[in-house]
């Protein structure tokens, strides 16, 4: 879908199709501070805050309306998962990957949870799957960030478990 504001033309996302992994992450991030309702529809779209924020609220609400799709992260299914059956083992790669994936896991806990030395499971789990992009890339070598998350959601979900499951990670 097109709009038109300021005489600028921006295309808003309708569905996860429209999303990259790389946005996909920056949206949840946002969630999961509670960011404003503007800087997530920011997010969303690519709309620049201030514009948005000389929008009518009606044509706020016209726009929200087309990418409340966000609202249902469960809509997001998990497939084009690497079949399990392949047993994947991240032990099998080369050290230099690992090392690689593993520093990444260390910034991430670093950035993402600066204060904390023990994260919960579903933080654990949150680290992993923004460091997915280079698990991934390292494993497979697909670059996964400008892709639709539609389509690489399952894929960062799979490897991101394999690779907690693999090795234990001590952040120093």
Excluded at 7 to 17: C, D, K, L, R, V
Excluded at 51 to 68: A, E, F, P, Y
Excluded at 146 to 161: I, R
């Amino acid at each position: 879908m097109k709009v038109k504001i300021e005489n600028t033309e921006y295309n808003i996302p309708q569905s996860w199709n429209d999303i990259t992994y790389n946005q996909f992450l920056l949206i949840t991030a946002a969630a999961s501070r509670n960011a404003e309702p503007l800087e997530m529809l920011s997010l969303i779209t690519g709309i620049d805050h201030e514009v948005l924020s000389h929008c009518t609220i009606q044509g706020l609400t016209d726009i929200s309306t087309v990418v409340s799709f966000v609202q249902e992260v469960d809509t997001l299914e998990p497939y084009n998962v690497v079949d399990e059956t392949l047993q994947v083992d991240i032990r099998n790669m080369p050290y230099y990957k690992y090392e690689i994936c593993s520093q990444d896991v260390k910034r991430l806990w670093a950035e993402l949870y600066p204060d904390k030395s023990q994260l919960e499971p579903e933080e654990v789990l949150n680290v992993y799957m923004n460091a997915a992009p280079v698990i991934v890339r390292e494993y497979l070598e697909i670059e996964i960030g400008e892709m639709p998350v539609s389509t690489t959601y399952g894929l960062a979900l799979f490897f991101s478990k394999v690779f907690l499951n693999s090795m234990t990670h001590i952040v120093s």
